[in-house]
T-cell receptor, first 113, second 108 residues
Framework: KAGVTQTPRYLIKTRGQQVTLSCSPI?????VSWYQQTPGQGLQFLFE???????NKGNFPGRFSGRQFSNSRSEMNVSTLELGDSALYLC????????????FGPGTRLTVL | AQRVTQPEKLLSVFKGAPVELKCNYS??????LFWYVQYSRQRLQLLLRHISRESIKGFTADLNKGETSFHLKKPFAQEEDSAMYYC??????????WGAGTKLIIKP
């Protein structure tokens, strides 16, 4: 099976811009979760989608949003970028039940200048 | 508040020595606990989870509800164990709460 893919792998934006990141889960996986990883805060949960519905959301401002399509692919959007949004954004997919293993993508490295 | 604590940012041991990576959690319900590992230039991947009660690559972890701990142990460290290790807790809302991670360095 092909693994989780994320595009783009690297992105440079300036403050105030918006960005859209994409995640393609493993075939058959219906759950997609997004995480932000920074040196200072570590890994933080953003949100999780299951069958096109946001099932859970972490403690991030409304500038961070996401969606999931019928083929389980997911996108996350960050509007009005701030310097502090610079991070590695990880996507993970799973079959969807609470004890299912999550499989991670390589991440998208976002740099905000 | 739900929290996962990994008190050591860095742990350095000699090859062949025992390894223990500490993880403590704070959670009011019945936790689902995991250890994830990230080797250099590789993706984050699941190492083991407490419900499986398995040993992966010689590592084991026992859930101690009394001490709210889920320490990762290996009796004899190998150089290929050098990596970043994360302890994580999944709550009833499917949210993974992560520890800050411990960088394990195995010295030859």
């Amino acid at each position: 099976k092909a693994g989780v893919t994320q595009t783009p792998r690297y992105l440079i934006k300036t403050r105030g811009q918006q960005v859209t990141l994409s995640c393609s889960p493993i075939s058959g996986h219906r759950s997609v979760s997004w995480y932000q990883q920074t040196p200072g805060q570590g890994l933080q949960f953003l949100f999780e989608y299951f069958s096109e519905t946001q099932r859970n959301k972490g403690n991030f401002p409304g500038r961070f949003s996401g969606r999931q399509f019928s083929n389980s692919r997911s996108e996350m959007n960050v509007s009005t970028l701030e310097l502090g949004d610079s991070a590695l954004y990880l996507c993970a997919s799973s079959l969807g039940q609470i004890n299912n293993e999550q499989f991670f993508g390589p991440g998208t490295r976002l740099t905000v200048l | 508040a739900q929290r996962v604590t990994q008190p050591e940012k860095l742990l350095s041991v000699f090859k062949g020595a025992p390894v223990e990576l500490k993880c403590n959690y704070s959670y009011s319900g019945s936790p689902e606990l995991f250890w994830y590992v990230q080797y250099s230039r590789q993706r984050l991947q699941l190492l083991l989870r407490h419900i499986s009660r398995e040993s992966i690559k010689g590592f084991t972890a026992d859930l101690n509800k009394g001490e709210t701990s889920f320490h990762l142990k290996k009796p004899f460290a190998q150089e290929e164990d050098s990596a970043m290790y994360y302890c994580a807790l999944k709550d009833s809302n499917y949210q993974l709460i992560w520890g800050a991670g411990t960088k394990l360095i195995i010295k030859p």
